[in-house]
T-cell receptor, first 114, second 113 residues
């Protein structure tokens, strides 16, 4: 089955812990994105990557880190420096960075701080 | 500042009725506008994408319109079904080096039987 796989679907983090959200795609898309969604707000861009071994900060990168060692994978680490990490996290891909290309989303990961 | 505003924030209609959702934007220079449907707890799914020269685009019972002069778009849903209950998000692309997307907060639509 093709597409974007995010895991885990639900994750609980203790304060002070780092956690990593996985995003894997088999669409052969170049660009990958991480968004955060809070209730009543639009999606906010955390990080994006246009090609392997390259990534850029989005609007709310503080407290997050990413890597892009393989085209298929773009994991997001939520560090202890992120003070309010409870949110719904969405990974997305796009065939290339051209503005007309459709963006595809994974099913999302819910992160809760306990 | 590039912004996308959607209205209403939420809407409840009866099954079978039509409805129209609004999107106003101040993004410049404009590249394209997309409408997404997002079921609760799921990732958004693309409904339509419209460029500057397109006024109307349909996808089944969904019809999007774009007025680039007034910087307004609407999404019209015909003969609503219970499965239409979702959030509908308007997204605008600016023409810049990174083709960043500006997301609206969405309209939460509830269809009642």
């Amino acid at each position: 089955d093709g597409g974007i796989t995010q895991s885990p679907k639900y994750l609980f983090r203790k304060e002070g812990q780092n956690v990593t959200l996985s995003c894997e795609q088999n669409l052969n898309h170049d660009a990958m994105y991480w968004y955060r969604q809070d209730p009543g707000q639009g999606l906010r861009l955390i990080y994006y990557s246009q090609i392997v071994n390259d990534f850029q900060k989005g609007d709310i990168a503080e407290g997050y880190s990413v890597s892009r060692e393989k085209k298929e994978s773009f994991p997001l680490t939520v560090t202890s420096a992120q003070k309010n990490p409870t949110a719904f996290y969405l990974c997305a891909t796009r065939r290339s960075q051209g503005s007309g290309n459709t963006i595809y989303f994974g099913e999302g990961s819910w992160l809760t701080v306990v | 500042k590039n912004q996308v505003e959607q209205s209403p924030q939420s809407l409840i209609i009866l099954e079978g009725k039509n409805c129209t959702l609004q999107c106003n934007y101040t993004v410049s220079p404009f590249s394209n506008l997309r409408w997404y449907k997002q079921d609760t707890g799921r990732g958004p799914v693309s409904l339509t994408i419209m460029t500057f020269s397109e006024n109307t685009k349909s996808n089944g019972r969904y019809t999007a319109t774009l007025d680039a002069d007034t910087k307004q778009s609407s999404l019209h849903i015909t003969a609503s079904q219970l499965s239409d209950s979702a959030s509908y998000i308007c997204v605008v692309s600016a023409v810049d080096s990174n083709y960043q997307l500006i997301w609206g907060a969405g309209t939460k639509l509830i269809i009642k039987p």
